[in-house]
């Protein structure tokens, strides 16, 4: 059965009942759910976040390297990073899909099993969405969130603030590398890459753990890990140095890359890891509370805004190919 | 300069001066505008609502018909038109745009002008948004309101309600009908349907007359009047009953479209006027204080749960075609 057979209002219907049977919506602060001109829901909290991102089809993603489910968790798992990098807690979605007339029913509803998946690990309701007719595929998915008091800024970064990034940067993009490539790699090597790119875990648990701790600057590594650092440095007005050898580039892309790895681990995007500053003796305090590897890269300079050093371990500049994702 | 000569942070840039320019975040209660992972403001009411909306080219518009300004106040509109429909007032949007790399960048900022202009005239900040390359241009805008303690409902209607409508239904589907076959009529009437296509007014002060006098049942038409008064009798699991005769047809529609007037009056969609319902003294007190022509069309029935009666005055049923708007 195609979306044109089942019709707008069939199809709604279909992924309203899925969203009924996981019990997302069922916190007594949604007023209204789906359903109404929009949703409504009772906020105690002062501070509220909202972030929106797209996934196009051909642009960002092909039906070749990613299943529905995964690029349903994809589309949705993007959001809750952007509200983790800000310190928030993801509270509510709005999915707006744009689909070919001809998309099968059932690939529409594993897209939704990905993304309801995801949200109910992290409690997050399905509150409203659109849904619409198209040439290609594209989810634009937005998330509101909740903060407490303080909310991790990318312009808050200081001088003489050591760099951090939890997990593994680069992983995403070999994961993508290899899929798109059909690169055979050792059976563990492909599932780490593959999982890397295709289910990408907000670090949610991970950015409160750095607000309760004093940390005040962050960004969620999307464009590349020198790309975003960039973006920092540019809010914050502040430079940067990173020492190459201190990156933490997973073992099996460093195997499976060998020299593109470095590239790999600081020009390739969609690693949702946070890349955050602070001081040392606070950033040295989270490492032992997060339960992801934190890694310190660097550190804050005085330097020319935006302006971004690349260094080995022995002072010496390294040259770097890829500065990051340019949507166009 | 097109956008991929600009780039995407080169025209998010521009868009971003732009929004400076009109003063459209000026509140104190937005901590953190665009340019971050996330919005952040600080709410006070404890209602919120949210509506995502999306338009996509030749599905919703084709750039015939339509200019890039009218485009921009449109999207916005439709989303505005639907928190209004809840009894909210719009705060914040996020803007998600989707454009081919060789779109010139005069026809973004054409359409953020459009926008802009109906952002200020309304006092809603646009805090956040993506930019993303696709093979067509698509628009698709969040916005978030608040409400005070009542919220206008598609559930809420009970038999025995009067049902009533603002402006003048099938005006912008008869502006459609013109613009795509370029019908030649006389110029007021031409400048009123182009109107009423392009540049629909969100009904928000219009929603809190309604809420502030006790009405609980409303929906804005954007599906067409059958189709949407439909979707108030399936929530509420009542009947209604439309006296054709009652139907404010605009004199241009009349006269322009003969007997296709009650066609489009029924099931033309993208009016964004309020269809609402509520006890008959109540409805006569609004239509006194109220600007716009309040119009009542017919009533709640306890008849069928979804099944709506087209009869004239004189109690003959009415066969209509044309039943409204399907996606797909």
Redesign the interface.
């Known amino acids: 059965m195609k ?2 057979e089942i ?3 069939g ?1 709604i219907d279909t992924l309203n009942k899925m969203i009924s049977a996981a019990r997302l919506n069922a916190s007594p602060d949604i ?2 759910g789906i ?10 909290e ?9 996934m ?1 089809q051909d ?2 993603f092909t039906l070749d390297t990613i299943t529905w489910p995964e690029l349903g968790w994809k589309s949705l798992a993007i959001n809750l ?3 983790a ?2 310190g ?1 807690i993801p509270r ?1 979605a ?3 899909l ?1 689909l070919p ?1 001809d998309t099968p029913v059932a690939h529409v509803t594993a897209l939704y099993e990905g993304m309801i998946e995801l949200a109910k690990l992290y409690k997050v309701a399905i ?10 595929v ?1 989810i ?1 998915i ?4 909740s ?1 407490g008091k303080t ?1 991790l ?3 808050a970064a200081l001088p003489g603030d050591t760099i951090a990034v939890t997990g593994y940067p680069g992983s995403a993009a070999a994961g993508l590398e290899m899929l798109s490539r059909k690169l055979e790699l050792r059976i563990r090597t492909t599932k780490y890459l593959k999982n890397a790119f295709v289910h990408p875990i907000p670090r949610i648990a991970e950015a409160q753990t750095l607000v309760n701790n004093g940390i005040n600057a ?3 590594i999307s464009d590349g890990l020198l790309g975003d650092l960039r973006h920092i440095c540019e ?1 914050s007005r502040v430079g940067a140095r990173i020492v190459t050898d201190l990156l933490p580039i997973h073992e099996t892309v460093k195997a499976g890359f060998k020299e593109k790895a470095l590239e790999l681990a600081l020009g390739g995007g969609e690693d949702y890891e946070l890349l955050f500053t602070g001081k040392a003796e606070i950033i040295n305090r989270i490492r032992s509370e997060i339960q992801c590897p934190v890694t310190v890269i660097g550190e804050i300079t005085a330097g020319e805004p935006g302006k971004i050093a690349i260094v080995d371990s022995d002072d010496i500049p390294v040259t770097v190919t890829h500065p990051g994702w ?3």
Request: glycine share 8%.
């Open positions: 979306v044109s019709g707008e209002f199809l007023l209204i359903g109404d001109d929009a949703a409504a829901w009772r906020c105690s002062s501070i509220q976040l909202a972030t929106v991102d797209s196009v642009v960002h990073s952007d509200i990098a800000m928030g509510y709005l999915i707006a744009a007339a509150i409203g969405g659109n849904i619409t007719r198209a040439p290609q594209s634009t937005t998330v509101i969130g903060a909310i800024k990318r312009s962050a960004i969620d809010a340019e949507h166009f």
